[in-house]
């Protein structure tokens, strides 16, 4: 057919349906908020325990990845995903669920080659950039404070 | 006595025909519009294997059984098994035909695996080269999606645009006697028209679809209208839509007998498969499961079968190139003097 690539993409263009952004920006928010408020509860009960809250946030994290992780292995954190797309995202679930689905999925290739080696797929990058960005933060943090 | 006609189709002379076709599909497929018409339905998505990719090899093994039996021949009458799937290294074809024993030629088409597995069934029929052979093609969701995108618990959004990898096999056995002919084909070119977005392979395939459709009604100087159906392979409710539009830039108005495979096997509002399935798979379960079975009882005559391929690669796309399309014209037929 003669037609320039642009030409192409402007005919195909018509046909493509649009994300239901307004929905998915709302849920993203109610279900991430939800999640949050849920960590800020974990937060409250380990404080009201006696814990210093240096620890009662890491515990907070630590009850988080354990429900994410666990809700991964009984094949129902991708169902709530699909639905809150963003809100399960962002949050430190979505983060341990990145490592879980690989670690589960490439298991079968053996636990060294396999799981130990995929399961830093989707989430390597968020590690390799992470700790960079936090290296060239804590430099500028020590010349600028 | 030339067999060719124009720049990319192919007239058999000899009558090949599809003696025996089966199709086995998974259980969202069955649960889909057109679920009633296939072979068998397997619920259980590892077919009791323990990893996705021997539950694909398990489907192949199940399909070319089942195509065997419903042409009523056995494996030391089959001269040639003409096998594709979408994993690399077309691995569940080789794996699903290593204890047939039946000479193999592995072929890699995405989802226009179909169509190039029985153009060159017919090619070697015609040629006289074989008496019985068998093209069978096929996709697993789930060892798709770990090859192709995310592992199947990683919570994540599909875009509207995505397609929906059928877990299924079609099997036919071409050879002569039959009363389904294999008339024509014509074979794709690669086009490339610089669509990028993994998630839209309906637009990616499209224009392939239309060039080689174009290609084949002025090899042949059939017209549309000559088709009862012209069935494009898995171009979705959005490639549809462009196909028919590019056709009809072309001068070809195909709407009234146009349908697609992708569209026809999902209810993609009920099934929540966004644009519609995709996958080896698709186009040859509703070719063996639904088109075949109707043809045969003569409910429909003449079909111009036309899988469509993405030639998707993970690699070529991170490195920005865009993604390269082809699709492959069969024209089936009760009748052989058409």
Redesign the interface.
């Known amino acids: 057919?003669d037609?320039s690539?642009k030409e192409?993409?402007s005919?195909?263009e018509k046909?493509?349906?649009?994300?239901p952004m307004a929905k998915?920006v709302l849920i993203a928010f109610l279900v991430g908020g939800a999640i949050c408020t849920l960590g800020e509860i974990i937060r409250q009960v380990a404080l009201s325990k006696g814990l210093e809250n240096q620890d009662a946030l890491t515990i907070t994290s630590v009850v988080l990845i354990f429900l994410s992780v666990l809700l991964?292995?009984l094949?129902v954190?991708?169902k709530?995903?699909?639905f809150?797309?963003a809100g399960?995202?962002v949050p430190i679930t979505?983060f341990a669920?990145?490592i879980?689905?690989?670690a589960?999925?490439?298991k079968?290739e053996g636990y060294v080659l396999g799981m130990g080696a995929k399961m830093f797929i989707?989430a390597g990058p968020v590690i390799v950039y992470g700790t960079l960005s936090a290296v060239a933060a804590g430099i500028i943090y020590y010349f600028f404070r | 006595m030339t067999k060719r006609l124009g720049t990319q189709t192919v007239a058999f002379t000899t009558f090949p025909t599809i003696n025996g076709y089966g199709a086995i599909v998974g259980k969202k497929e069955g649960e889909g519009p057109i679920g009633d018409c296939f072979d068998s339905v397997e619920d259980d998505e590892f077919l009791g294997e323990a990893t996705w990719e021997k539950a694909e090899t398990r489907l192949f093994e199940k399909g070319l059984a089942l195509v065997l039996k419903k042409a009523k021949i056995t494996s030391s009458d089959v001269n040639y098994v003409i096998a594709g799937d979408l994993l690399n290294q077309c691995t569940a074809s080789a794996f699903g035909a290593r204890e047939s024993g039946i000479p193999y030629l592995g072929i890699y088409g995405a989802c226009s695996t179909m169509a190039e597995g029985l153009t060159l069934a017919a090619m070697i029929t015609d040629g006289g080269f074989s008496e019985n052979c068998i093209a069978v093609a096929g996709s697993h969701f789930c060892s798709a999606e770990k090859q192709y995108r995310f592992p199947l618990e990683y919570g994540g959004q599909r875009p509207p645009s995505s397609q929906w990898t059928v877990t299924g096999v079609g099997a036919t056995a071409v050879g002569y006697g039959g009363n389904i002919y294999i008339t024509h084909a014509t074979t794709g070119k690669i086009e490339d028209y610089g669509i990028t977005d993994a998630n839209n392979m309906g637009a990616a395939m499209a224009p392939a679809f239309a060039s080689t459709v174009k290609a084949h009604f002025e090899d042949t100087g059939r017209k549309p209208s000559d088709y009862d159906l012209i069935l494009s392979g898995d171009l979705g409710k959005i490639g549809k839509g462009i196909a028919a539009e590019l056709l009809e830039n072309e001068g070809y108005d195909i709407r009234e007998n146009y349908n697609d495979c992708g569209v026809m096997i999902f209810d993609c509002g009920k099934q929540d498969t966004h644009s519609g399935g995709s996958g080896c798979g698709c186009s040859a379960s509703v070719l063996c499961g639904y088109v075949l079975p109707k043809m045969q009882a003569g409910e429909i005559k003449n079909v111009l079968f036309t899988a469509t391929g993405a030639l998707m690669s993970p690699t070529t796309s991170q490195q920005g190139e865009s993604i390269l399309a082809i699709a492959h014209a069969v024209a089936l037929s009760t009748d052989c003097n058409v």
């Open positions: 057919m037609m690539d192409y993409q005919l195909a046909y493509y349906p649009s994300s998915n991964t292995g094949d954190y991708d709530i995903a699909k809150a797309g399960t995202l979505g669920n990145a879980a689905a690989p589960i999925e490439f079968s989707i």
